[in-house]
Protein backbone atom coordinates (compact mmCIF):
# COMPACT_ATOMS: atom_id res chain seq x y z
CA UNK A 1 0.00 0.00 0.00
CA UNK A 2 1.18 3.66 -0.91
CA UNK A 3 0.34 7.08 1.20
CA UNK A 4 -1.89 9.33 -0.80
CA UNK A 5 0.01 11.70 -2.75
CA UNK A 6 -0.20 15.57 -1.67
CA UNK A 7 0.09 17.99 -4.41
CA UNK A 8 3.83 19.02 -4.69
CA UNK A 9 5.00 16.40 -2.02
CA UNK A 10 4.74 13.41 -3.91
CA UNK A 11 5.21 10.55 -1.92
CA UNK A 12 5.61 6.56 -2.10
CA UNK A 13 6.10 4.95 1.73
CA UNK A 14 6.00 1.07 2.37
CA UNK A 15 3.63 0.91 5.90
CA UNK A 16 3.19 -1.69 8.24
CA UNK A 17 0.22 -2.11 10.81
CA UNK A 18 1.76 -1.09 14.40
CA UNK A 19 -0.54 -1.47 17.15
CA UNK A 20 -4.50 -1.27 16.64
CA UNK A 21 -5.39 1.39 13.91
CA UNK A 22 -1.76 3.12 13.85
CA UNK A 23 0.36 2.60 10.96
CA UNK A 24 4.12 2.64 10.67
CA UNK A 25 5.53 4.54 7.73
CA UNK A 26 9.17 3.32 6.41
CA UNK A 27 11.55 6.43 5.15
CA UNK A 28 14.88 7.14 4.31
CA UNK A 29 15.06 8.78 8.32
CA UNK A 30 14.22 5.20 9.80
CA UNK A 31 14.40 2.17 7.25
CA UNK A 32 17.85 1.38 8.58
CA UNK A 33 16.20 0.74 12.45
CA UNK A 34 13.19 -0.96 10.80
CA UNK A 35 15.72 -3.23 8.71
CA UNK A 36 17.59 -4.30 12.06
CA UNK A 37 13.50 -5.01 13.87
CA UNK A 38 12.80 -7.31 10.86
CA UNK A 39 15.88 -9.41 11.06
CA UNK A 40 14.99 -10.47 14.76
CA UNK A 41 15.51 -13.22 15.85
CA UNK A 42 17.92 -13.50 13.89
CA UNK A 43 20.27 -11.07 15.89
CA UNK A 44 24.09 -11.81 16.62
CA UNK A 45 24.09 -9.47 19.25
CA UNK A 46 21.87 -10.12 22.44
CA UNK A 47 20.17 -6.82 21.50
CA UNK A 48 20.20 -3.26 20.07
CA UNK A 49 20.22 0.49 21.03
CA UNK A 50 17.35 2.58 18.55
CA UNK A 51 19.05 6.55 19.01
CA UNK A 52 17.56 9.95 18.04
CA UNK A 53 15.55 13.49 19.09
CA UNK A 54 12.66 13.27 20.28
CA UNK A 55 9.41 12.62 18.00
CA UNK A 56 11.48 10.74 15.92
CA UNK A 57 9.37 7.96 16.32
CA UNK A 58 11.44 5.31 18.53
CA UNK A 59 8.17 4.51 20.64
CA UNK A 60 6.62 3.51 17.44
CA UNK A 61 9.60 1.25 16.16
CA UNK A 62 9.62 -0.32 20.01
CA UNK A 63 5.60 -0.91 19.31
CA UNK A 64 5.73 -2.67 16.25
CA UNK A 65 8.78 -4.75 17.73
CA UNK A 66 6.98 -5.99 20.10
CA UNK A 67 3.46 -6.72 18.26
CA UNK A 68 6.22 -9.35 16.56
CA UNK A 69 8.17 -10.45 19.89
CA UNK A 70 5.80 -10.05 22.61
CA UNK A 71 8.31 -8.23 24.81
CA UNK A 72 7.32 -6.45 28.03
CA UNK A 73 8.43 -2.71 28.00
CA UNK A 74 9.69 -1.07 31.01
CA UNK A 75 10.53 2.38 31.36
CA UNK A 76 14.22 3.19 32.58
CA UNK A 77 13.37 6.29 34.49
CA UNK A 78 10.67 4.13 36.74
CA UNK A 79 13.25 1.28 37.61
CA UNK A 80 13.93 2.56 41.08
CA UNK A 81 13.34 -0.42 43.87
CA UNK A 82 12.04 -2.55 41.51
CA UNK A 83 12.02 -6.82 41.31
CA UNK A 84 13.44 -7.09 37.62
CA UNK A 85 11.34 -10.53 37.70
CA UNK A 86 8.11 -8.96 38.18
CA UNK A 87 9.47 -6.23 35.76
CA UNK A 88 10.19 -9.13 33.22
CA UNK A 89 7.61 -11.81 34.16
CA UNK A 90 7.11 -14.37 31.25
CA UNK A 91 8.65 -12.58 29.00
CA UNK A 92 11.67 -13.18 26.97
CA UNK A 93 12.45 -10.39 25.47
CA UNK A 94 13.03 -6.56 26.63
CA UNK A 95 12.00 -3.15 25.31
CA UNK A 96 13.70 -0.11 27.19
CA UNK A 97 12.32 3.11 27.03
CA UNK A 98 14.39 6.31 27.62
CA UNK A 99 17.41 4.51 28.50
CA UNK A 100 19.29 8.21 28.56
CA UNK A 101 17.26 8.92 31.71
CA UNK A 102 18.59 8.44 35.45
CA UNK A 103 17.78 4.93 36.88
CA UNK A 104 18.05 2.43 38.82
CA UNK A 105 21.41 0.75 37.20
CA UNK A 106 21.79 -2.54 39.22
CA UNK A 107 18.04 -3.46 38.34
CA UNK A 108 19.03 -2.58 34.51
CA UNK A 109 21.71 -4.64 34.54
CA UNK A 110 19.72 -7.78 36.31
CA UNK A 111 17.10 -7.52 33.84
CA UNK A 112 19.47 -7.32 30.88
CA UNK A 113 21.30 -10.54 32.37
CA UNK A 114 18.09 -12.11 32.84
CA UNK A 115 16.78 -11.46 29.34
CA UNK A 116 19.87 -13.17 27.86
CA UNK A 117 19.78 -16.16 30.21
CA UNK A 118 16.37 -16.61 28.84
CA UNK A 119 17.89 -16.50 25.27
CA UNK A 120 16.01 -13.41 24.13
CA UNK A 121 16.73 -10.00 22.97
CA UNK A 122 17.03 -6.35 24.05
CA UNK A 123 15.49 -3.24 22.29
CA UNK A 124 16.81 -0.36 23.78
CA UNK A 125 16.02 3.29 23.03
CA UNK A 126 17.96 6.62 24.02
CA UNK A 127 18.02 9.83 22.51
CA UNK A 128 21.83 9.26 22.65
CA UNK A 129 24.51 7.34 20.87
CA UNK A 130 25.79 4.97 23.88
CA UNK A 131 28.66 5.82 23.61
CA UNK A 132 27.63 9.61 24.70
CA UNK A 133 25.66 7.78 28.14
CA UNK A 134 27.59 8.05 31.08
CA UNK A 135 26.71 4.72 33.33
CA UNK A 136 28.57 4.60 36.58
CA UNK A 137 28.00 1.11 36.67
CA UNK A 138 30.78 -0.35 35.03
CA UNK A 139 29.56 -4.03 33.67
CA UNK A 140 26.19 -2.44 32.59
CA UNK A 141 28.40 0.47 30.45
CA UNK A 142 30.30 -2.18 29.15
CA UNK A 143 27.48 -4.71 28.08
CA UNK A 144 25.60 -1.93 26.24
CA UNK A 145 28.45 -0.32 24.72
CA UNK A 146 28.99 -3.59 22.54
CA UNK A 147 25.72 -3.61 21.78
CA UNK A 148 24.82 -2.62 17.74
CA UNK A 149 23.56 0.67 17.28
CA UNK A 150 20.96 2.47 14.93
CA UNK A 151 19.74 6.05 14.58
CA UNK A 152 16.51 7.86 13.44
CA UNK A 153 16.67 11.36 12.02
CA UNK A 154 14.13 13.68 12.16
CA UNK A 155 11.15 13.25 9.98
CA UNK A 156 11.46 14.62 6.45
CA UNK A 157 9.20 16.04 3.97
CA UNK A 158 7.84 13.10 2.94
CA UNK A 159 6.99 11.19 5.09
CA UNK A 160 5.41 14.15 7.73
CA UNK A 161 3.37 14.97 5.03
CA UNK A 162 2.25 11.10 4.55
CA UNK A 163 1.73 11.20 8.55
CA UNK A 164 -0.28 14.08 8.24
CA UNK A 165 -2.28 12.54 5.83
CA UNK A 166 -2.85 9.27 7.85
CA UNK A 167 -3.90 11.81 11.20
CA UNK A 168 -6.53 13.79 9.01
CA UNK A 169 -7.84 10.36 7.28
CA UNK A 170 -8.02 9.05 11.15
CA UNK A 171 -10.32 12.02 11.72
CA UNK A 172 -12.14 11.45 8.28
CA UNK A 173 -10.61 14.26 6.90
CA UNK A 174 -9.45 14.57 3.55
CA UNK A 175 -7.23 17.42 3.47
CA UNK A 176 -6.38 19.89 0.85
CA UNK A 177 -2.29 19.26 -1.10
CA UNK A 178 -2.32 22.76 -0.27
CA UNK A 179 -2.63 22.36 3.44
CA UNK A 180 -0.37 19.60 4.09
CA UNK A 181 2.28 21.45 1.95
CA UNK A 182 1.54 24.41 4.63
CA UNK A 183 2.15 22.41 7.42
CA UNK A 184 4.84 20.91 6.92
CA UNK A 185 6.68 24.02 5.66
CA UNK A 186 6.22 25.07 9.28
CA UNK A 187 5.37 23.12 12.26
CA UNK A 188 8.17 21.21 14.14
CA UNK A 189 9.42 18.19 12.62
CA UNK A 190 8.04 15.35 14.91
CA UNK A 191 5.42 12.81 15.14
CA UNK A 192 4.17 14.16 18.26
CA UNK A 193 3.53 17.54 17.10
CA UNK A 194 1.78 15.86 13.83
CA UNK A 195 -0.54 14.41 15.73
CA UNK A 196 -1.64 17.74 18.25
CA UNK A 197 -1.47 19.66 15.19
CA UNK A 198 -4.30 17.81 13.81
CA UNK A 199 -6.60 16.89 16.87
CA UNK A 200 -6.03 21.07 17.51
CA UNK A 201 -7.31 21.91 13.51
CA UNK A 202 -10.16 18.89 13.88
CA UNK A 203 -11.21 20.61 16.84
CA UNK A 204 -11.63 23.97 15.68
CA UNK A 205 -12.60 22.68 12.27
CA UNK A 206 -15.68 21.31 14.28
CA UNK A 207 -16.22 24.56 16.47
CA UNK A 208 -16.56 25.94 13.13
CA UNK A 209 -18.63 23.22 10.55
CA UNK A 210 -15.85 23.50 7.94
CA UNK A 211 -12.97 21.85 6.75
CA UNK A 212 -9.63 22.82 8.01
CA UNK A 213 -8.20 25.18 5.65
CA UNK A 214 -5.05 27.32 5.21
CA UNK A 215 -6.64 29.91 7.24
CA UNK A 216 -7.72 28.00 9.80
CA UNK A 217 -4.07 25.96 10.20
CA UNK A 218 -2.60 29.73 10.26
CA UNK A 219 -4.59 30.31 13.54
CA UNK A 220 -3.68 27.31 15.13
CA UNK A 221 -0.37 27.19 14.59
CA UNK A 222 -0.13 30.84 16.19
CA UNK A 223 -2.81 30.66 18.89
CA UNK A 224 -2.07 27.33 20.04
CA UNK A 225 1.64 26.64 19.04
CA UNK A 226 2.85 30.00 19.18
CA UNK A 227 4.40 30.23 15.66
CA UNK A 228 4.76 33.37 13.69
CA UNK A 229 4.89 33.79 10.56
Request: charged share 25%; with cysteine; proline share 7%.
Amino acid sequence: MTARSSGQLAFSLAYRPALGADDFLVAPSNRDAVTWIDRWPDWQAPGLVIHGPPGCGKSHLLAVWRATSGAALIDAADLSGRDPASLLGGATDLAVERLDAACDETVLFHLYNMVVERGGRLLLAARQAPARLRFQLPDLASRIGALPTVSVSEPDDALLAAVLVKLFADQQIEPAPKLIDYLVARMERSFDAARRLVLALDRRALERRRPPSVRMAREVLALDFGYEE
